[in-house]
């Protein structure tokens, strides 16, 4: 599993957002100003919607089971690699579940699925036979409104191991002067 932040997020069109709903102008280029603004508004008003105007894109490398949980929210966009046009173009590649006996029968069913490419099966055929455990990659754009709501949720111990992972680790890719609008639900 690996996650990257690919953009620079800025706090700046928040700040023009509450601006504009309060008639206020702008505060940027005093990024402390802005920054105190933004906290009042959304974390003590709880005018959460000027958050949609800060977006985060991550590049994630992960397993399927893990692509179809962050495609739950909604409010994100995708673009993944996709298996009828790459799978006979590398590896084939499954994330270790930590249970031997799992890791043992996925390892022969990588060799099964890689046999059925060299046989020149077509990949969408033999794309019906990965598992979960198959890595993916992907882009994933979402607003700090949604990724606030996807760090509540995915950062939970009730959360899938793996979905816990790739959400700590872009919680840790947030630039730490973002921090401050995703702390309510993230005291660590």
């Not at 709880?46 to 409010?75: C, D, G, P």
């Amino acid at each position: 599993m690996e996650v990257k932040l690919i953009n620079e997020p800025t706090l700046e069109f928040v700040d023009l957002a509450i601006g504009k709903c309060y008639d206020m102008g702008a505060y940027f280029p005093d990024e402390d100003k802005a920054c105190i603004r933004i906290n009042k508004v959304t974390n003590v008003y709880k005018h959460s919607s000027v958050l949609e105007f800060a977006e985060y894109v991550f590049e994630i490398t992960a397993s399927t089971k893990v692509l179809l949980e962050m495609t739950r929210h909604r409010i994100a966009s995708y673009a993944c690699k996709s298996s009828r046009y790459t799978l006979d173009r590398g590896e084939v590649v499954f994330e270790a579940t930590g249970d031997p006996e799992i890791d043992y029968e996925l390892s022969k069913w990588k060799v099964t699925i890689e046999k059925m490419i060299k046989d020149g099966k077509k990949n969408d055929v033999v794309s019906l036979m990965l598992p979960q455990a198959y890595q993916y990659k992907w882009v994933m754009k979402i607003n700090a409104r949604a990724l606030h709501n996807f760090f509540e949720l995915r950062l939970s111990r009730t959360a899938h191991s793996h979905i816990r992972d790739i959400a700590n680790d872009m919680w840790e890719l947030i630039p730490k002067e973002h921090k401050f609008l995703f702390a309510q639900n993230h005291q660590r």
